[in-house]
């Protein structure tokens, strides 16, 4: 999992096992960040619509932007905020600059830290190229 900036720069990333669900990540990816500043929002697709979620960055003072789920009765976001919802694709940006790096693409660490540490390594080489 990896968080972006307003220009598609890494913030964040961390792994984890593929049982788990995204949402149950963002609180442990946020923990790892770059930088000691936390980000205002957070814009994520319609598997971050949570109240859990919602409530624990809430007490982080980080605002979720979601859509709902269909499923969802009662509405919990602005239509007005969700327009920031179209930005989403500067994180998908990010893990093609992520995914242009071989071992990272393909896993030959057998340990999970040392790939944690290759990703790492290639988020700060996008800073870097960036700055």
């Known amino acids: 999992m990896a968080m972006a900036d307003s220009h598609g720069l890494p913030l964040a990333c961390g792994i984890a096992s593929g049982q788990r669900h995204e949402a149950t990540l963002v609180c442990e990816t946020l923990d790892r960040r770059f930088l000691a500043e936390t980000p205002r929002r957070l814009i994520g697709d319609k598997a971050y619509d949570s109240e859990g979620l919602d409530a624990q960055l809430l007490a982080r003072g ?66 870097l190229r960036a700055g």
């Open 62 to 127: 980080i605002e979720m932007i979601a859509p709902n789920l269909s499923t969802r009765t009662k509405q919990s976001q602005d239509r007005r905020k969700l327009r920031r919802y179209r930005r989403r694709w500067l994180v998908e940006r990010l893990f093609a600059w992520i995914f242009r790096f071989r071992r990272v693409v393909t896993r030959y660490e057998r340990y999970a830290a040392n790939f944690l540490g290759f990703v790492q390594l290639a988020c700060a080489v996008i800073l």
